[in-house]
């Protein structure tokens, strides 16, 4: 994070006050403003003094991840994890990861993790229980079903509704199945998205919701004789965002959020979706 030197900060500051010599003391470092920690490179009130802790779930599945290995660098999720890292002052050798399953990440409590990285939607309800960076991924969700089945077909939101339709516990794709299709029947939900596309493999559902990319992954190496139907439409005013999660007390959650502006701002995290996650052109809308 470069800082301006302190004649500039001690002009720009007497421009707006009128004087240097009244509350324009300069800092070494920019400050949390939400907490007051300091932001200095390196040097957060982290869990564990001069290291970055990072949480996510596992099995960590792909695009996000790969090789199930969250530590190689490799996979969107991880890219993001060490591109904030690097912004935040904490050379890889100082990232540590610890496994969080899913629904614990975003649970009240104390978390023992700096910030959780696991596709994890932003919402006013989550926001109750922890604290959030900026959006890193804008995302929409989507229909993958067996071909064949009576949700391959579907052109709307109207032909998904009397179909068996699952998706993980917790998740803004259950929250779409029970918010948007408003399905017939009670989905199936599963505590793992590994469990969901079982079901959906041995047909015990005709389709599952995921997120885009996760969907095209599914569909290209996992569940082959498998499509994606569609994809719904941003949800809300501002659509959907996944966020790093932070503890709700954190002092470095205004770091974090700077650190991810300033990706977005200078086009990494444009770059790191382009190299790691498919493209979603082809999906079409379901209305």
């Not at 064949?148 to 068996?164: E, H, M, N, Q, Y």
């Not at 948007?180 to 793992?192: D, F, G």
Request: hydrophobic letters at 40%; glycine letters at 8%; aromatic letters at 8%.
């Amino acid at each position: 994070m470069r800082l301006a030197s302190r004649p500039a900060l001690l002009a720009v500051c007497a421009a707006v006050l009128g004087s240097a010599a009244v509350g324009c003391a300069p800092q070494d470092a920019p400050s949390d403003a939400a907490g007051g920690a300091s932001c200095a490179p390196g040097k957060l009130a982290t869990v564990t003094a001069g290291k970055l802790t990072v949480g996510t779930d596992k099995p960590a599945y792909a695009p996000w991840f790969q090789d199930d290995d969250p530590a190689n660098g490799k996979g969107f999720e991880s890219a993001v994890a060490y591109a904030v890292a690097d912004r935040l002052g904490y050379p890889r050798s100082a990232v540590g990861w610890r496994t969080v399953p899913f629904n614990n990440a975003f649970a009240p409590g104390e978390k023992k993790f700096d910030f959780d990285i696991n596709q994890i939607s932003i919402s006013a309800s989550r926001k109750q229980a922890v604290a959030f960076s900026s959006g890193y991924y804008d995302v929409r969700q989507a229909v993958v079903a067996l071909k064949g089945s009576k949700a391959a077909g579907a052109k709307s939101i109207a032909d998904l509704k009397d179909v068996r339709l699952g998706a993980q516990v917790g998740t803004t794709s259950l929250d779409v199945i029970n918010d948007t299709v408003r399905p017939s029947r009670r989905p199936a939900v599963y505590q793992k998205n590994d469990f969901a596309k079982s079901a959906l493999r041995n047909g015990q559902v005709d389709a599952i919701l995921t997120d885009l990319p996760t969907a095209f992954y599914i569909t290209s190496t996992e569940v082959t004789d498998a499509k994606v139907v569609g994809q719904f439409a941003d949800t809300g005013a501002d659509g959907e965002r996944f966020g790093l999660v932070l503890d709700k007390e954190s002092r470095i959650t205004g770091c974090v959020r700077s650190a991810v502006d300033a990706l977005r701002k200078d086009g990494t995290l444009a770059a790191l979706e382009k190299k790691w996650l498919a493209d979603a052109a082809h999906a079409p809308v379901l209305k």
